[in-house]
């Protein structure tokens, strides 16, 4: 089965200064996604980044990186130069690619962003 | 506008009541699927739908249907709603199963069963 683990209920980080998200996951499927959601205070879902299990680089998207350590099962989100509207709570996604076509969320970390 | 909109907003019902979300999506995708978020618990998957009248259960099915009879849609149906359904449901979609795309979310539905 599928699992996505997330052990940082809550951090903060000073503005302008880079936080990292941990995310570890567990699978038996060679084929699978990794990707990280942003959840504002208002409530919506937004796709930050995405990483394949055969990508060989890590994914970054502006402020956003993934880093990616396969043989760790890890996929910790960096965040660089944040501000104060990063705060929110970030979630942590995997999908199978190779049977069933399920998604699994951790149970997400609240990042507070201090000016 | 590329959009999955979810009706209604916010909902307040009473136990046994039957009650159907509706999910709507124009983008044309084949992937969707529904999830309820409760605190400290994270997103849970409750059905998804990998195409037209393909459907299956994610990891809490209990107490909830759905129905995929045209691309677009995709509504959850609770029989008889119990206070433990309290929750705030998202519907979400995306391109492929096959691509790594990744699932465009609706704005939710908080739902109250008292």
């Known amino acids: 089965a599928q699992k996505i683990t997330q052990t940082q209920p809550g951090m903060f980080v000073q503005e302008k200064e880079a936080v990292t998200l941990d995310c570890t996951y567990d699978t038996s499927d060679p084929s699978y996604g990794l990707f990280w959601y942003k959840q504002p205070s208002s409530g919506e879902m937004i796709f930050l980044i995405y990483q394949g299990s055969y990508d060989q680089q890590n994914a970054t998207e502006g402020r956003y990186s993934l880093n990616f350590q396969k043989a760790r099962k890890s996929a910790n989100l960096v965040i660089s130069a944040s501000h104060l509207g990063d705060s929110a709570m970030y979630f942590c996604a995997m999908r199978e690619y190779g049977g069933y076509q399920k998604v699994t969320f951790g149970t997400g970390t609240k990042l507070q962003v201090i000016p | 506008e590329a959009q999955v909109t979810q009706n209604p907003r916010y909902l307040i019902t009473v136990t046994g009541k039957k009650l159907t979300v509706t999910c709507s999506q124009n983008m044309n995708h084949e992937y969707m699927s529904w999830y309820r978020q409760d605190p400290g618990l994270g997103l849970r998957q409750i059905y998804y739908?990998?195409?037209?009248?393909?459907?299956d259960k994610g990891d809490v099915p209990e107490g909830y249907k759905v129905s995929r009879k045209e691309k677009r849609n995709f509504p959850l149906i609770l029989e008889s709603p119990s206070p433990n359904q309290t929750s705030l449901y998202f519907c979400a979609s995306s391109l492929s199963l096959i691509q790594a795309y990744e699932q465009y979310f609706g704005p939710g539905t908080r739902l109250t069963v008292t």
């Open positions: 739908s990998m195409n037209v009248e393909v459907t």
